[in-house]
């Protein structure tokens, strides 16, 4: 069993649509959550991180955390085609070396 | 890319061949890492570097070597390429509070192997 689930998609949604991305995880040592974007034939970009449990908001972007049940989410309010993108969720314990899921491919249709 | 390059972008080599990737940053940051990202796989950690000649395995380390003699450039050499090692190879550094947690990828380097 990988440490970090992440279902690959792809995931095809209309524009302004409410979007659900997520993770499932396996060790209870992780503390920091992160999710990352990547286009097509580029680098990984961070979008935000997360300490523990809780809910982190940015701009039209919602990061989730519940450690209860090792599960975290992304959400994307009113989605754009711009962001047709690949998200990959990342976590650590030690704040030394990152576990990354295998993303999800989002895509984002007129 | 927050001032991170690598090169090559692209490669093609034959399998038994010496290759080495370069990444070079302009942030001054102490802590560097090497990943290789394979379709069903994600993103898996090569090595990292968490200061000049202070470098360290990730999981999937077993054929590559890493060198960083300057703060700003860190290689990575395949000393025998195979195969498997045909993959999609980014470089990435930590932010300023260092750590893992904040991490800023370069374009990354497209190898095959054949």
């Known amino acids: 069993q990988k440490e970090v689930e992440q279902d690959p998609g792809p995931l095809s949604v209309p524009e302004g649509a409410i979007v659900s991305l997520n993770c499932t995880y396996s060790?209870?040592?992780?503390?920091?959550f992160m999710w990352y974007r990547q286009y097509s034939r580029k680098g990984p970009e961070l979008l935000m991180y997360t300490y523990s449990s809780g809910n982190k908001e940015d701009g039209r972007f919602t990061a989730q955390v519940d450690k209860s049940s090792k599960y975290i989410s992304l959400f994307i309010r009113d989605s754009q085609p711009s962001d047709s993108a690949t998200y990959l969720c990342a976590l650590t314990g030690t704040a030394s070396k990152l576990t990354f899921g295998t993303g999800t491919r989002l895509q984002v249709t007129l | 890319d927050a001032g991170i390059t690598q090169s090559p972008r692209h490669k093609v080599t034959e399998t038994g061949t010496p290759v080495t990737l370069r990444c070079h940053q302009t942030?001054?940051?102490?802590?560097m890492y090497w990943y290789r990202q394979d379709p069903g796989h994600g993103l898996r950690l090569i090595h990292y570097?968490?200061?000049?000649?202070?470098?360290d395995k990730g999981e999937v380390s077993d054929g590559y070597s890493v060198s960083r003699s300057k703060t700003e450039d860190f290689l990575l050499t395949l000393e025998s390429a195979t195969s498997s090692q045909t993959s999609v190879y980014f470089c990435?550094?930590?932010?300023?509070?260092?750590?893992?947690?904040?991490?800023?990828f370069g374009p990354g380097t497209r190898l095959t192997v054949l």
């Open positions: 570097s968490y200061g000049v000649k202070d470098t």
């Open positions: 942030e001054n940051h102490r802590y």
């Open positions: 990435a550094i930590s932010g300023p509070s260092g750590g893992a947690i904040e991490q800023f």
């Open positions: 060790n209870s040592a992780f503390q920091y």
